[in-house]
């Protein structure tokens, strides 16, 4: 309960009780705090808070404040504002009592040698009250500062003790948790070094509870070089640290807070372990990567700890990753990502990792934080995984990263990317679905090719163009891709006006399909892919243009007048051989439909990536004289068009043929009963 006051003459004295009540009527409990207003100030004492705070006794359910004022003389006055009476806000988990964390009532709850403590004014940690804790030297020497109580912990458990403090000269001070025993007796000591001066900084240290620990309390030794030397504790606390279930990375690895685990770095930085706080990172402190030299391009940082790890099993690799702009606010380009390696058991490099790509972002802000993960199953003859980040740092602006909140845990893949050179298909299986309420109304899903360029995919009945978002797993069936190329895919949630939200997936590149005979092409319908075949090229293409430029005589000149026009597209014929009778049904019905078709074929034939043709004049011959052999000869004019628009209408995988076909489906009804929507069955069969 703090209290501000203002006195009309200086030299008084005021005493706050708090003064707890059973329902049964008298007091059963109080705690002073006096504080004396300035002898030199009159007016609004905003540095004399008063604060009093003290555990309800058993039985209390009424509590009152009292204010006592000493020193006035007749017709002098005290005027008394923003006072208010509550229940202390404690952190998750926290073992210590407010009394002891923040010294409002006092420094009673601390012991000290060499030294003494008192209770001073002011504050190092906003919302932890008014007051905090001063220890000053009494000589050069060490000066040992611990909570007066116990607290109870369990053996193999971690704590993390952190305070705020402050130094009136620059003084080094072992800050840890001490372990005792069941019958009080110390085991060891978890502690760190620090070096405190006069700014204002919070100190971290985490620890194991060990085998037979019981019980624990906060050390805060100084090494005092002469007497009179102060420093100073607020906010104290010792908790279980809040980390991500499951993580398999230990605390210091996760959030850096007391010592800087062993990193690897490549292209050029050094790695530190420094001050950061931000609503995004964990404690107080994080990793910090400096760039020998600033717009050197891609630097790798790499945990060396190798983590144990199950074959067949689906991990998740994440950090929080921040950027330091020192030309803020110039918008600059930031890029990050994160890796995981696997290797046997030997500890040699089995298989690397093949990296979501760069998550890039054009932003001015001095301060920046990516949040990035990705998911990978653990192969097949591995034993250990490797976790690490990239960052580029391409922009000369960039001078340092920051990364925190690293972890290494069991997960459900965030996608699935299969390539099946028999339909000639890539599968995206997105199985993140965001949350209800997150206003991701929308999604966008595009393939990216190796030459930059960036293709809307087509989903049933429509393309992935801001499209309406399932909220439901998506699988999305790529037959355009270009065969024997590599490409990846973005996935992006946004709102009904194209406001990015929640996280974006940008998924590793893949191995497009290839055709095994490459004196075969496909012919694709780009809207329904159930008419997809290949058939065998007689010969490669060659192709005409024609001209759209036109020659007009003049009457007495000697030249003529030539007038422009863009030359056409390119035209060919293209023969192709069919020696399956299903596969021949199957061409004819592509061109029955009369829609845009896809020529896709492996290097040799003069088709280079995508060939999107409309289809003239047709003609089929036996390829026997007398028609008794299978084989047919199709002649066909092509003319090439840009790819069209639109969504797809079923799947290659999944026709009615299959489904007619499937043991599973007896009737309709069991067709029904299996399957919720038309989408579902046009995906699963």
Known sequence: MPIRVNVATAGKTFMVRMLFYADAGGNIGYVDSTVNASATLTGWQSANYVSVSMAAPAGATQVRAVLTVTGLAAGEYVNVDDVYLGAVAARPGELLDFETSSGESGAGRWTISNGMLARVGGWLSAGAGFHCIAATSAAAGQVPVLTANMYPVTAGRQYIASAATQASVAVNVAFGIEWYSASNTWLSTSAFTHTLDATLRRIVTSGIAPEGAAKARVLVRGDATAAGQIFYLDDVSLLPPAVIAGNLLTYEEYSTESTLPAWTIEGGGTAERAYLVSGLTEGFYALKLTPEERGSGIITARLDRLVPVTPGTTYQVGAVLFRHNTGAPDVINSATRVILDWYDADGNLFQPDNPDQFFPVDQGAEWYAMTVSETRKCPVGATFARVGFQVDTASPLVDAWYADVMYL?????????????????????????????????????QRMDEDG?????????????????????????????????????????????????????????????????????????????????????????????????ARYDVVGRKNPVHITGQRAGRTSSISVLVWDPEVNAMFDSLLDAGTTALIQAMPGFGIDGNLYVSVGDVEVEPLSPDAREKGWRWALDITEVDRPDGGLQGSSGSTWQSILDSPAYGTWEDLFRAHETWTTVLTKG
């Open 453 to 549: 360029k960036a293709y809307s995919m087509r989903a049933y009945g429509r393309t992935w163009d801001l499209a309406p978002n399932p909220y439901s797993v998506m699988v999305i069936e790529d037959y355009e891709a270009p065969l024997g190329t590599r490409v990846w895919y973005s996935v992006q949630w946004s709102s009904n006006t194209g406001a990015t939200r929640g996280p974006r997936i940008y998924t590793q590149t893949v191995n497009t399909p290839i055709l095994a005979d490459p004196d075969y092409v496909w012919f694709k319908s780009p809207g329904i892919p159930a008419l997809n075949t290949t058939v065998m090229m007689e010969a490669p293409l060659r192709w005409s243009r024609a001209a759209r430029s």
């Open 409 to 445: 845990r069991e997960a459900t893949s965030e996608y699935d990317l299969v390539a099946d050179n028999a339909t000639g298909c890539v599968t995206l299986t997105v199985n993140y679905v965001p949350p209800n309420g997150s206003n991701a109304s929308n999604v966008t899903i």
